[in-house]
Structure formats: C-alpha cells, structure tokens
C-alpha cells in the first residue's frame, strides 16, 4: 500500500468512528427526550425539549414559552434540582444502552447563563493571578462548574488546577 492509500484508508475510518459517535449521542439525546417528557407529563409541565451534540456529548434543554415560572422550579437552588434531574436522565440512558452517558442537560438557559459567568471569572481570575504573580484560589465548584473555568484560564494562557475532595474541590489558576 502506498502513503496516500494509507492516509485515505485512515481517513474514511476516522471519518466513520465520527459518524459512530454522533450516531450513538444522538441516540442518548432521544432516550433523554423521551425520558424528560415522560418526567414533564407527570408533572403536568409546558416545556419543549431540544437536542443538539456538542463535542463529545449530547446537550439536552428543556425550553419554556414565557418566563414559567415551574420550569424555573426544576433548576433548583444554584442549580442543584437540575444537577439531580441529569444523573436520572443520564441512569435511564444507562439502562437503555448499557453505556455511561455524558449527557448534559440545561433547563431554561440556566447552564447557558452559568457557562457565560463562569468563563468571565475564570478570565477575571486569571488576569489577578498575572498581575500579582500569586496563585488564586477559588470557591467550590461541581465539577461542570470547574471545567468551564478551566477552559477559561487555559484561553486566557494560564494553567489551573482542581484540589480538595467533593464537595469542597475548588480551581487554582496557577501564575505564569
């Protein structure tokens, strides 16, 4: 075989290890769907629920016409109702496909919003931590939290840390 035959037989097989992937997390996204509206029927709940694959996982939302006021209820305090609802909705795609699920699950924009804060205090707190040259340590964090704000620092140009035991683990933005 030559180079270039390698290169395009590698090719089609990456491409369709792709193809595999989006197949099966679109695959998590409906069995989250259906378990989700299952949930929303019980509970007698207006929501639509809305798919999409991003990276390496299935992003599932459920979405309100208006400002409704119960939907919001299913976020919880600091989001920790929701938290609850995504290890349910990622134990019934568990038991359907016998497979660990990474799914994500935002209800009424509140990860879309979280995701936006936390990646201007990671940015904030990687512009302390080159400025004073001091490490900075941050609150405790669940671990979606931690890796939002990793990725800030990282884009930013700076590396970070996780340290402490759940639920106290918390970032360092380490200094240049």
């Not at 193809?19 to 019980?42: F, K, P, T």
């Not at 994500?104 to 080159?130: N, P, T, V, W």
Request: aromatic share 2%.
């Amino acid at each position: 075989m030559t180079e270039g035959t390698t290169s395009a037989v590698e090719a089609e097989t990456a491409a369709s290890a792709d193809e595999s992937l989006i197949a099966r997390l679109e695959q998590e996204g409906d069995i989250a769907a259906d378990y989700l509206e299952g949930l929303l029927d019980i509970a007698d709940l207006d929501g639509d629920i809305d798919m999409d694959v991003e990276g390496d996982r299935a992003l599932v939302s459920i979405v309100s016409d208006g400002n409704d006021r119960a939907i919001q209820r299913l976020v919880g305090q600091d989001g920790e109702v929701l938290e609850a609802l995504q290890e349910l909705t990622r134990l019934a795609v568990h038991r359907e496909t016998g497979e660990r699920s990474r799914l994500m699950l935002d209800i009424a924009g509140f990860r879309a919003r979280k995701r936006e804060e936390l990646a201007a205090l990671g940015a904030k707190a990687a512009e302390q931590a080159k400025r004073t040259g001091e490490q900075v340590k941050l609150r405790p964090m669940t671990p979606f939290e931690r890796k939002v704000v990793h990725d800030a620092v990282a884009a930013a140009g700076l590396r970070s840390e996780s340290e402490g035991e759940e639920p106290q683990r918390c970032v360092v933005v380490l200094p240049a």
